[in-house]
């Protein structure tokens, strides 16, 4: 499974936004951070984390 079909699968049917900050950082940085498209699903997985805790 890729990194970004279990970002998807974890997003979507898990709801588990801090897992999904998790698999794509490790791929991302794999990359040495180059897939510009990952930082931002990474940084919405993030806000989504922050706003269901009312952060």
Known sequence: MTPFIH???LFE???DYFE???VLEEAW???GRRHHGYAALI????IHYH???DN
Not at 43 to 46: C, D, E, F, L
């Open 43 to 46: 940084q919405y997985a993030v």
């Open 20 to 22: 999904c900050h998790e």
């Open 51 to 53: 706003l269901r805790r």
């Open 29 to 31: 940085q794999a990359d």
């Open 13 to 15: 049917c898990h709801a």
């Open 7 to 9: 970002y998807t699968l």
